[in-house]
């Protein structure tokens, strides 16, 4: 088992590049490793319940499902 830490930058100005740590957490942690995430510059903003909501990246699924499954898998999320 790895332990992997995923680095976001983008927030809800570019959401396919903003829900790519979590889309990798999220497979990490299905895979078996341990995990977590970090959000810094822009992409601090998808903390916010009512942007998160907003965020639907193109090829892959909206914010508020992968923040669900976060919080599902108990993945940190370091701010």
Do not use: C
């Amino acid at each position: 088992m790895a332990r992997l830490f995923f680095n976001g930058t983008h927030g809800s100005e570019n959401p396919t590049k903003a829900v790519l740590p979590f889309l990798s957490a999220i497979g990490a942690v299905e895979a078996g490793h341990q995990t977590a995430i970090g959000l810094v510059a822009d992409a601090v903003v998808v903390m916010k319940e009512v942007v998160a909501n907003a965020i639907v990246p193109v090829g892959w699924p909206p914010m508020k499902d992968l923040m669900a499954q976060v919080v599902e898998h108990k993945i940190p999320i370091y701010v």
